[in-house]
Protein backbone atom coordinates (compact mmCIF):
# COMPACT_ATOMS: atom_id res chain seq x y z
CA UNK A 1 0.00 0.00 0.00
CA UNK A 2 1.11 3.48 -1.04
CA UNK A 3 -0.12 6.73 1.02
CA UNK A 4 -0.49 9.70 -1.38
CA UNK A 5 0.00 13.42 -1.34
CA UNK A 6 -1.31 15.49 -4.60
CA UNK A 7 -1.51 18.69 -4.76
CA UNK A 8 -1.20 21.17 -8.15
CA UNK A 9 -1.13 24.95 -8.75
CA UNK A 10 1.57 26.17 -6.22
CA UNK A 11 2.25 29.03 -8.14
CA UNK A 12 5.50 29.66 -6.44
CA UNK A 13 3.78 29.02 -3.16
CA UNK A 14 4.21 26.06 -0.92
CA UNK A 15 2.75 26.25 2.62
CA UNK A 16 4.46 24.95 5.24
CA UNK A 17 1.06 23.41 6.22
CA UNK A 18 1.72 20.74 3.01
CA UNK A 19 4.44 19.07 5.03
CA UNK A 20 2.06 18.60 8.09
CA UNK A 21 -0.51 17.26 6.09
CA UNK A 22 1.67 14.70 4.00
CA UNK A 23 4.19 14.12 6.10
CA UNK A 24 2.67 10.26 6.66
CA UNK A 25 2.72 10.21 3.13
CA UNK A 26 5.16 7.67 0.75
CA UNK A 27 5.22 10.13 -2.39
CA UNK A 28 3.87 13.38 -3.28
CA UNK A 29 2.67 13.92 -6.58
CA UNK A 30 2.09 17.38 -8.27
CA UNK A 31 -0.01 18.23 -10.99
CA UNK A 32 1.59 21.18 -12.74
CA UNK A 33 1.71 24.72 -12.22
CA UNK A 34 4.55 24.62 -9.63
CA UNK A 35 5.56 28.52 -10.74
CA UNK A 36 9.32 27.87 -9.61
CA UNK A 37 12.05 24.87 -9.45
CA UNK A 38 12.33 25.69 -5.89
CA UNK A 39 9.31 23.88 -5.15
CA UNK A 40 10.17 21.16 -6.79
CA UNK A 41 13.22 20.85 -5.44
CA UNK A 42 11.55 21.29 -1.92
CA UNK A 43 9.13 18.51 -2.28
CA UNK A 44 12.22 16.16 -3.47
CA UNK A 45 13.87 17.19 -0.74
CA UNK A 46 10.92 16.04 1.29
CA UNK A 47 9.25 12.55 -0.02
CA UNK A 48 9.61 10.88 -3.33
CA UNK A 49 8.11 12.90 -6.52
CA UNK A 50 6.86 12.66 -9.57
CA UNK A 51 5.09 15.59 -10.99
CA UNK A 52 4.24 16.99 -14.72
CA UNK A 53 4.73 21.14 -15.95
CA UNK A 54 2.10 23.50 -16.14
CA UNK A 55 1.36 25.98 -18.65
CA UNK A 56 2.77 28.71 -16.59
CA UNK A 57 5.61 26.49 -16.02
CA UNK A 58 8.98 27.79 -17.64
CA UNK A 59 12.25 25.57 -19.27
CA UNK A 60 13.95 25.21 -16.02
CA UNK A 61 10.63 23.50 -14.83
CA UNK A 62 10.21 21.56 -18.01
CA UNK A 63 13.63 20.14 -18.27
CA UNK A 64 12.80 18.50 -14.55
CA UNK A 65 9.15 17.16 -15.19
CA UNK A 66 7.17 16.30 -18.43
CA UNK A 67 3.91 17.51 -19.91
CA UNK A 68 2.55 13.74 -19.56
CA UNK A 69 3.39 11.23 -17.08
CA UNK A 70 1.73 7.31 -17.25
CA UNK A 71 3.06 4.93 -14.67
CA UNK A 72 1.99 2.55 -12.68
CA UNK A 73 1.07 2.69 -8.56
CA UNK A 74 0.94 -0.58 -7.00
CA UNK A 75 -1.07 -1.96 -9.60
CA UNK A 76 -3.12 0.90 -10.83
CA UNK A 77 -2.41 2.65 -14.06
CA UNK A 78 -2.08 6.26 -13.47
CA UNK A 79 -2.01 9.22 -15.77
CA UNK A 80 -1.21 12.67 -14.61
CA UNK A 81 -1.13 15.60 -16.85
CA UNK A 82 -1.74 19.43 -16.20
CA UNK A 83 -4.11 20.33 -18.43
CA UNK A 84 -6.36 17.19 -18.76
CA UNK A 85 -10.31 18.31 -18.86
CA UNK A 86 -12.74 16.52 -17.05
CA UNK A 87 -15.34 12.97 -17.78
CA UNK A 88 -16.93 13.80 -21.07
CA UNK A 89 -14.87 17.01 -21.64
CA UNK A 90 -11.32 15.59 -21.89
CA UNK A 91 -8.50 18.20 -23.72
CA UNK A 92 -8.51 17.51 -27.26
CA UNK A 93 -4.18 16.71 -26.45
CA UNK A 94 -5.47 13.77 -24.60
CA UNK A 95 -8.65 13.23 -25.73
CA UNK A 96 -7.69 10.01 -28.38
CA UNK A 97 -5.31 8.16 -25.94
CA UNK A 98 -7.66 8.34 -22.83
CA UNK A 99 -10.55 6.83 -25.44
CA UNK A 100 -8.01 4.51 -26.75
CA UNK A 101 -6.08 3.39 -23.47
CA UNK A 102 -7.91 4.49 -20.39
CA UNK A 103 -5.75 4.64 -17.04
CA UNK A 104 -7.64 4.05 -13.94
CA UNK A 105 -6.57 6.70 -12.21
CA UNK A 106 -6.80 10.46 -14.34
CA UNK A 107 -5.05 12.97 -12.27
CA UNK A 108 -5.18 16.93 -13.85
CA UNK A 109 -4.72 20.36 -12.27
CA UNK A 110 -5.15 23.81 -13.99
CA UNK A 111 -8.66 24.70 -13.01
CA UNK A 112 -8.23 25.43 -9.71
CA UNK A 113 -11.35 23.94 -8.97
CA UNK A 114 -11.15 20.53 -6.69
CA UNK A 115 -12.93 17.37 -8.13
CA UNK A 116 -13.75 14.12 -7.59
CA UNK A 117 -15.63 12.53 -10.76
CA UNK A 118 -15.96 8.84 -11.63
CA UNK A 119 -15.94 8.14 -15.73
CA UNK A 120 -18.70 5.18 -15.99
CA UNK A 121 -17.70 4.96 -19.67
CA UNK A 122 -13.89 4.63 -19.63
CA UNK A 123 -14.33 2.72 -15.29
CA UNK A 124 -11.67 5.51 -14.32
CA UNK A 125 -11.36 7.75 -11.24
CA UNK A 126 -10.65 11.26 -12.19
CA UNK A 127 -8.87 13.95 -9.64
CA UNK A 128 -8.43 17.43 -9.47
CA UNK A 129 -7.00 18.40 -6.50
CA UNK A 130 -7.76 22.51 -6.80
CA UNK A 131 -4.96 24.47 -6.09
CA UNK A 132 -2.21 24.82 -3.33
CA UNK A 133 -1.10 28.49 -3.94
CA UNK A 134 -2.30 31.82 -3.46
CA UNK A 135 -2.48 32.84 -7.45
CA UNK A 136 -5.45 32.23 -8.98
CA UNK A 137 -9.50 33.26 -8.58
CA UNK A 138 -9.89 29.90 -5.91
CA UNK A 139 -10.93 30.99 -2.44
CA UNK A 140 -9.88 28.01 -0.46
CA UNK A 141 -6.50 26.34 -1.04
CA UNK A 142 -6.82 22.55 -1.36
CA UNK A 143 -4.96 19.41 -1.44
CA UNK A 144 -5.60 15.47 -1.19
CA UNK A 145 -4.58 12.65 0.19
CA UNK A 146 -5.32 8.91 -0.55
CA UNK A 147 -3.71 5.25 -0.50
CA UNK A 148 -3.45 3.24 -3.70
CA UNK A 149 -3.50 -0.56 -2.33
CA UNK A 150 -2.72 -2.86 -5.10
CA UNK A 151 -5.59 -2.14 -7.68
CA UNK A 152 -8.13 0.10 -5.43
CA UNK A 153 -7.79 3.72 -4.78
CA UNK A 154 -8.75 4.31 -1.18
CA UNK A 155 -9.40 6.49 2.03
CA UNK A 156 -9.14 9.53 -0.11
CA UNK A 157 -9.03 13.09 1.80
CA UNK A 158 -10.05 16.35 0.90
CA UNK A 159 -7.70 18.58 2.76
CA UNK A 160 -8.75 22.44 3.21
CA UNK A 161 -5.81 24.96 3.79
CA UNK A 162 -6.25 28.51 4.73
CA UNK A 163 -8.09 31.00 2.14
CA UNK A 164 -5.13 32.39 -0.24
Known amino acids: MKKIG ?7 YLDDAVFKHFDACDEIWHAGDFGSVAIIDTLQGFKPFKGVYGNIDGKDVRVICPEHLRFSCEEVDVWMTHIGGYPGRYAPQV ?3 ILINPPKLFICGHSHILKVQFDPKLQLLHLNPGAAGKQ ?3 KVRTLMRF ?3 GDKIENLEVIELAGR
Do not use: A, R
Open 95 to 97: KPE
Open 147 to 149: DIN
Open 6 to 12: LISDTHG
Open 136 to 138: GWH
